[in-house]
């Protein structure tokens, strides 16, 4: 049929134009943002999929974070005992040093005044108060400390770390107290502030090598939890990867297949241009019936 007021084929040749042009304009949205997600209804669940997966993924960054600080925390507490045993090793020397018969009281002395100097860098580590330590006055910032915390004083059930993003995933490090035990008969002072062990001692030899046990056993339990530790870390690295990958699945635009798209669009608006001023000329033809 032949009209002038209704142009039926131009109509669907704009409507097809129109449909093309979304098309085009949602590809380039995407190529540009490097998102196959750009509006939410693009994908309405594969968007709340991913805005899930993208908060379980930043808590399993934040627990790796946690897990390398208490790894932090480990390995100086153990650097300290580490230092601590070679102080007790020396200790333990001076001690039979001075039993040398051949030595004088002046050279004994001498071997005090370092037994002292020893002992007061043990005390200034580890650190406590008057009533743990004893002493007449107490040592609040010890030298053996992480980020504010004493790392040889007694904590209430330990130093507990999450080591994963979920509720309840947490381990705990044990306390590496030594304000008490072996270690205390070395560091301990009367209430005069002299120390109970001086190097003459009958038990001087016995109370060290007590010490030195005590600290070895507390870096044996120190490098059980590191282990884990370090274990934890690599578990969430593993896990991080793999939230990536799944959000970049969801959500990151595969730009070889959408670039085929945009070439498509790109013909059929083009071919639909042309299409629609091509229709808006079929009226044409009805004029030539008028003239003739």
Known sequence: MSVINTNIQAIAAARNLNA???????????????????????????????????????RVKAAVTNVQNAVSYVQTADGFMGGMTKILSRMSELAILSKDVTKNSTDIALYQQEFNALQDQLRAT?????GEIGGTTDITTP??????????????????????????????????????????????????????????????????????????TERSSLGASQSRLELA???????????????????????????????????????????????????????QLLQQ
């Open 20 to 58: 093309s042009q979304e098309m085009l304009g949602r590809s380039l949205a995407r190529l540009s943002s490097g998102s196959k997600i750009v509006n939410p209804s693009d994908d309405a669940a594969g968007l709340a999929v991913s805005e899930k997966l993208g908060a379980q993924n930043r």
């Open 143 to 216: 030298l053996g400390a992480f980020n504010g915390i004493s790392l040889f004083g007694s904590t209430v059930g330990g130093l507990v770390i999450t080591i994963g993003q979920a509720v309840g995933q947490e381990m705990t490090i044990g306390d590496s107290n030594l304000r008490n035990g072996a270690m205390l008969a070395i560091i301990n002072k009367n209430s005069s502030g002299a120390y109970t062990l001086n190097i003459t001692a009958s038990t001087a030899i016995g109370d060290i090598t007590a010490a030195i046990q005590d600290v070895a």
């Open 126 to 130: 580890i650190g406590g108060t008057s």
């Open 233 to 287: 870390a690599t578990t969430l690295q593993v896990e991080y990867e793999n939230l990536g990958s799944a959000i970049s699945r969801i959500r990151d635009v595969d730009v070889a297949e959408e670039s085929t798209q945009l070439a498509k669009y790109n013909i059929l608006v083009q071919s639909g241009t042309a299409m629609l001023a091509q229709a808006n000329q079929s009226p044409k033809s009805v004029l």
